[in-house]
């Protein structure tokens, strides 16, 4: 049986899904990620800080827009852990 | 006693009162942004009220400490832990040797104050240990904390009882929706009456870039400006003026765009102009401030901002009368 772990925001600020408007997303739907993975940033007080995987698996759904902002607890991205 | 500093947290700094008289040569203040929690931290402790303390910006430093001590944590909702164990805010915490100090997320406000017995001791620099980042001054090397910092403490005053709270009604509020005061001018007359009128009634929410500098605000309408030729002096945009101070809490308007309140390591002056100031009673507020918080500016008289500032320095009283002893 597969288990969906949210991932949640730990920080307030703004959400991107890529590193650069020129670089690919680091995770869509339907990726594979790895602990320690890179899934997005949030940008707070002018610094760009990495959201990382806490769990191994597999991208359902991407939440949140590009450049939305984001509260501390809102649910970024679900995976499926594999 | 030393503190080894783990992990640092998102942009945790040695702050205290601030450095005062130094504004006139491009030197700000500095200091705790929220005094009020700085101050109840260090008076739970018995501490000097503006002995240094460490202000931790929505994410906590991860902390271990050499010898028996206590510490108090105020200010935003980041829910401390000894050894993984949770702990209570605004009150005094007996820490162990070798016992590691974790906070939670920020579930409210924006920067909780970590008073340690003794205060932080970094070199007083220009009558304060304060952290001016961008000037490199003050505080531990002149920088927020990096990991494997080590930090050594004051002479620890005589330990205070366990338990003992800040009471609720003396906390300075976290709420998503802030009204806040201010008196307008010097260059309000540069916006139009309706356009002035509309900045004062819509709500803006705070940016994510806001930082110890300055507080930028978006989401209301831009203003219009009157027209004018500009002055010898002023640059093209309509926000421009002639160079002239700025006071910490004025309100500049780059463009018409979005507001941008300085704070405690503002830069002194520039030729944009300013609507108004925030009153030196609610500059606190903004220490606990997460970006999308929604704020209102409400205009107020010079009297009932003195008022503000009279009942401001009550509260405060209240919270000494409170906890010394």
């Avoid at chain 1, 890529?18 to 997005?40: I, L, N, Q």
């Avoid at chain 1, 949030?42 to 760009?48: P, S």
């Amino acid at each position: 049986m597969s288990q969906t772990v949210e991932m949640t925001a730990e920080l307030p600020g703004t959400f991107y899904t890529r590193e650069s408007p020129g670089s690919e997303p680091y995770v869509s739907v339907g990726a594979t990620v790895s602990v320690g993975d890179t899934v997005g940033l949030i940008e707070v007080m002018k610094m760009f800080n990495p959201v990382v995987s806490t769990v191994a698996g597999t991208v359902v759904e991407v939440c949140v827009e590009a450049e939305d902002s984001v509260d501390v607890g809102d649910v970024l991205l679900r995976v499926e852990v594999s | 006693m030393a503190i080894e500093v783990k992990k640092p947290g998102l942009a945790t700094s040695v702050q205290d009162q601030g450095r005062q008289g130094n504004y006139h040569l491009g030197i700000p203040p500095s200091g705790a942004m929220d005094q009020m929690s700085f101050r109840a931290a260090n008076l739970l402790l018995g501490n000097e009220e503006t002995a240094a303390a460490l202000e931790c910006a929505l994410l906590g430093p991860e902390l271990t400490f050499s010898e028996d001590t206590q510490v108090a944590v105020t200010g935003a909702r980041m829910q401390p832990s000894l050894d993984g164990e949770q702990k209570p805010l605004d009150t005094v915490l007996d820490v162990r040797a070798g016992e590691t100090l974790a906070f939670g997320f920020a579930s409210a406000g924006a920067r909780g104050y970590l008073a340690v017995s003794g205060g932080i001791d970094v070199p007083v620099v220009l009558g304060s240990r304060s952290t001016y980042a961008l000037g490199a001054l003050g505080g531990l090397h002149g920088r927020t904390l990096q990991p494997g910092d080590l930090l050594e403490t004051g002479k620890p005053p005589p330990a205070r009882p366990v338990g003992k709270t800040i009471p609720s009604s003396m906390q300075v509020p976290v709420s998503r929706e802030r009204e806040i005061r201010v008196v307008l001018g010097l260059y309000d007359a540069r916006v139009e009456v309706q356009s002035l009128k509309r900045f004062l009634s819509e709500p803006w929410q705070v940016a994510s870039e806001s930082d110890r500098i300055g507080y930028r605000f978006k989401g209301g309408t831009p203003l219009n400006f009157v027209p004018r030729e500009p002055p010898f002096g002023a640059g093209d945009d309509p926000s421009n003026i002639v160079d002239a101070c700025y006071p910490i809490g004025s309100i500049q308007v780059p463009s018409g765009q979005q507001p941008i309140v300085l704070h405690r390591d503002a830069v002194s002056g520039g030729g944009y102009m300013m609507i108004g100031t925030v009153i030196s009673a609610d500059m606190d507020v903004f220490g606990q401030m997460p970006p999308n918080t929604s704020v209102r500016f409400v205009d107020v008289s010079l009297e009932q901002a003195l008022q503000a500032r009279a009942e401001r320095r009550q509260r405060l009283d209240g919270i000494r009368a409170a906890l010394r002893g």
